[in-house]
């Protein structure tokens, strides 16, 4: 929602102009958000322009760890399974300056989903952090070789937080000692 209203001036104008807005008017509206870009058109002002052309130039986690840092988070990552198979420093250094040369396999959408956005909770990345995966291409879904997109990961995040099972508390745990450890 928060990248609805602060990107997608747009979607914004055109679906909340009535006072109520229909379950199939939402997914409607959910969908064009995720599938298309914002126009460039002469109609938008100056300011959602450059606002707009700002935000597309930032596709990234907007974070900076060092390799101490990066040597905890790939040992996190791997020890909660979050890849098939397990990934390398270099790998986890890579996918958070969004450079992958291959998008790595994910052992279970839910649980990445889920990570990544423990560390979104914890400000260790950006809010945009679905946005970023989705539009860099990252991470490939488990069920098939596919990308996952941000509508993917919303959906798997959904997922894993009515779920409630001991791996989340697990995830959530490895995210709390990554962000202790790197306020030292």
């Known amino acids: 929602m928060e990248e609805l209203l602060t990107i997608r001036k747009d979607l914004v104008q055109k679906y909340f102009i009535k006072k109520k807005m229909s379950d199939s008017e939402y997914s409607i509206m959910h969908q064009e958000f995720n599938t298309t870009q914002l126009p460039f058109s002469s109609d938008l002002s100056n300011t959602a322009c450059s606002f707009s052309t700002s935000i597309s130039c930032k596709s990234d986690f907007q974070c900076s760890f060092n390799s101490k840092q990066i040597k905890l988070i790939t040992h996190s990552v791997n020890e909660v399974h979050l890849f098939s198979p397990d990934v390398s420093e270099v790998q986890v250094k890579a996918l958070f300056a969004c450079c992958l040369e291959y998008p790595l396999k994910s052992a279970c ?74 306020i030292i």
Do not use: M, P
């Not at 400000?123 to 860099?136: A, F, G, M, V, Y």
């Open 109 to 182: 959408n839910r649980r990445v989903a889920f990570f990544f956005d423990a560390l979104c909770e914890h400000k260790l990345i950006s809010t945009r952090w679905q946005h970023t995966i989705d539009k860099n291409g990252l991470i490939l879904s488990s069920a098939k070789n596919v990308l996952l997109n941000s509508s993917k990961l919303s959906t798997a995040l959904n997922e894993a937080k009515q779920n409630g099972g001991c791996v989340y508390k697990s995830i959530e745990l490895k995210v709390l000692e990554i962000a202790r450890r790197l």
